[in-house]
């Protein structure tokens, strides 16, 4: 890594981890964005939102970024307005974890929220619709519309980039769909450089992307709620299955990945990698298969990894934990153990 003057040079160049392997060659690997600044892949996109934002004239000098955000986007783009000299207000709810709010002030975002502070409900529709509002009243104030704007899907090109210089091929993509940039920016410009994935969607049951049932679900950054638009970053020309995993499932995998290999991974990111361990064995042999792992634990401390807000909310899922242990344990690359047994 070069010196650097600027947090946002730091961005990029994320590792790859191989997580588990068949007996038929099938790897599933993990693209750790937590090694962002930030620790999460969306400051990818808020850099890309404010630059795409500046070379339309749409942001000057001083100008006032406004995004509802869950906290990961709010991050990079408290991130990015630190850097160039804009004032950035982020539009929240008390659905999102403590610490990224934390963090997004103590960068100097404004934080404005939409609910009060004893209530926990995502709401997704009246964050936007309050942010829009706001952008719309002042002269010098710009809303991202994360959700909307094409510059999110194209901040995560350089995933695809950084993807082929690692290994030949994906041939199987599957992710967690919030706005849909992640998967669907990665899965574009794999295209474009000759590389075609399956791809696969991940959402918390309760969200309304995959068609089903809408209801409320914990999982953080990820899904559309019952009431939310479907924003034009879901790309379903390119999505082959979309599929759902519950909140206990994914907390499940984040804690035992945690537990078994020390690895601290995000709660919605918990659930692509739950969906990619159980079918595994399902994938051609021989596949490459990568999850998008959009942000570390460390940020879920005080939810996921907390077992009395577990219990509150119903969520601990000990079988779960076990299952997951015991794939992870079966399908263990043979470095892996290796390195284990030279150890002990």
């Not at 090694?35 to 000098?61: C, H, Q, S, W, Y």
Request: charged share 25%; glycine share 12%; hydrophobic share 40%.
């Amino acid at each position: 890594m070069p010196l650097v003057t600027r947090v946002t040079d730091l961005i990029g160049r994320t590792p790859l981890f191989e997580l588990a392997t068949t007996a038929t060659g099938t790897r599933l690997l993990l693209k750790l964005e937590q090694f962002n600044p930030t620790g999460a892949a969306k400051i990818r996109m808020a850099r890309e939102m404010v630059l795409d934002a500046e070379r339309r004239g749409l942001l000057g000098d001083g100008g006032h970024i406004i995004e509802s955000t869950s906290g990961n986007t709010g991050l990079g783009l408290a991130v990015v307005a630190a850097e160039r000299g804009y004032r950035f207000t982020a539009v929240v709810d008390h659905h999102a974890c403590k610490d990224k709010l934390r963090a997004m002030r103590a960068m100097g975002a404004e934080l404005v929220f939409v609910a009060d502070e004893d209530d926990d409900n995502l709401a997704t529709s009246a964050r936007e619709d309050l942010a829009e509002a706001m952008a719309a009243g002042l002269d010098d104030a710009y809303f991202t519309e994360q959700h909307n704007n094409d510059a999110n899907a194209v901040g995560y090109y350089a995933v695809a980039e950084e993807l082929l210089e690692d290994v030949e091929r994906v041939d199987i993509l599957l992710s967690a769909v919030g706005t849909g940039g992640s998967l669907f920016g990665t899965a574009t410009r794999l295209r474009q450089l000759g590389c075609p994935p399956h791809v696969i969607g991940v959402e918390p049951v309760g969200s309304i992307a995959f068609g089903g049932p809408g209801g409320p679900y914990w999982q953080s950054g990820t899904g559309t709620p019952p009431g939310a638009t479907i924003g034009t970053a879901v790309d379903y020309s390119l999505l082959d299955e979309g599929v759902k995993v519950s909140d206990a499932a994914a907390f499940a995998t984040a804690r035992a990945l945690a537990a078994e290999l020390g690895l601290m991974i995000g709660g919605s990111a918990g659930g692509s990698v739950y969906a990619g361990l159980t079918r595994l064995e399902e994938f051609p042999p021989g596949s490459t298969v990568v999850t998008i792992v959009c942000d570390g634990g460390e940020k879920y401390l005080d939810t996921v990894f907390d077992d009395d807000w577990m219990n509150d909310r119903d969520l601990l899922d000990a079988a779960t934990e076990r299952e997951v242990a015991a794939l992870l344990e079966r399908y263990a690359p043979a470095t892996r153990r290796t390195q284990l047994v030279e150890v002990r």
